[in-house]
C-alpha cells in the first residue's frame, strides 16, 4: 500500500473525523483502513482524502453526476445509523463501492446496490480485488430498493434527497434504521429513522451539504 495514502487516511481519521464527533472506535478503524484512493480515478487519486464531496462520474442521460462523499458527513451518517456486527445493510448509490466497503468492516453483510451499470461493474471489481467478499453488488432503480434481499437492519442512502421513497422504508426490519440527507446544498439536514411496528419515526440530527443522489427529487406539490 501506498505510504503516503497511509498517511492521509490517518489525517483524515484525526483532522476530519475525529474533530467532527466521530467516536465509534469501529467506523473510525474502518475509514483508517479501507484505501479510498482506490475508488476513484487515477487522476483523482491525490484528492481522494480531502474535505470535498469528489466526482465519480458526469453527469449523463441517466440523470446528475455521482459523487463520492466527503469523508466527515459520510462517516456521521454512518454512525447514526449504529451499525452494529451482524446487521444487514442495504447501501443504495453504492457508486464505485467505498461505502460498501466500510460498511462491510462493521457489519454483517451489505447490499450495494446500484443503478448505473457501469459504476456497478467498477464496485463489483473493486471489491472483489480488495477482498470485501461480505459485499454484494446488485443493479437496479434506487428509489425501489432491493426487496429480494429484504428486511434491512440499516439502509443507507449516499448522497442528499428530497424525498425518501416509501418502498425503502418498507424494506425495514422491525426496530430497523434509515439515514440519509435531505434537502438541497446547505439546506441538507442528516435525519435518522426507526421502524416500530408499522410506524417509521424520524428525528433530526446534524445539517450536512452533500452532493444529490439522483432520482430521488421530491414531486412538485399540486396548487389549485
Known amino acids: ?20 464527533d466521530v467516536t465509534n472506535q469501529p467506523l473510525l478503524a474502518a475509514m483508517g483502513s479501507v484505501p479510498r484512493e482506490a475508488f476513484v480515478e487515477a487522476r483523482r487519486q ?11 462520474a458526469p453527469a449523463g442521460a441517466a440523470g446528475g453526476a455521482r459523487y463520492l462523499m ?3 458527513p459520510f462517516a456521521k451518517l454512518v454512525q447514526l445509523a449504529d451499525v452494529r456486527q451482524g ?7 453504492c457508486g464505485t463501492g467505498y461505502s460498501s466497503a ?15 451499470s ?4 467498477r464496485a463489483g471489481s473493486l471489491l472483489g480485488s480488495l477482498g470485501y467478499d461480505n459485499v454484494a453488488v446488485v443493479q437496479g432503480a434506487l428509489r425501489e430498493g432491493y426487496p429480494d434481499e429484504a428486511p434491512y437492519d440499516v439502509i443507507v442512502i449516499e448522497g442528499s434527497v ?3 421513497p416509501e418502498a425503502l422504508f418498507a424494506q425495514l426490519k422491525e426496530g430497523g434504521r434509515l439515514v440519509a440527507v435531505e434537502g438541497v446544498g446547505n439546506a441538507g439536514v442528516a435525519k435518522l429513522y426507526v421502524k416500530d411496528g408499522d410506524v417509521v419515526t424520524g428525528r ?21
Open 46 to 56: 491525490q484528492l481522494a482524502y480531502i474535505d470535498e464531496d469528489i466526482e465519480i
Open 162 to 164: 428530497g424525498e425518501i
Open 70 to 72: 466527503e469523508p466527515s
Open 204 to 224: 433530526r440530527a446534524f445539517n450536512a451539504a452533500v452532493k444529490p443522489l439522483p432520482g430521488f427529487e421530491k414531486a412538485p406539490a399540486f396548487e389549485f
Open 118 to 121: 457501469e459504476l456497478a461493474e
Open 102 to 116: 466500510v460498511l462491510s468492516l462493521i457489519a454483517g453483510s451489505v447490499i450495494a446496490l446500484e443503478s448505473d
Open 1 to 20: 500500500m501506498n505510504a503516503d495514502f497511509s498517511q492521509h487516511r490517518a489525517k483524515m481519521v484525526d483532522g476530519q473525523l475525529r474533530t467532527t
Open 87 to 93: 446487521d444487514v445493510v442495504l447501501d443504495v448509490g
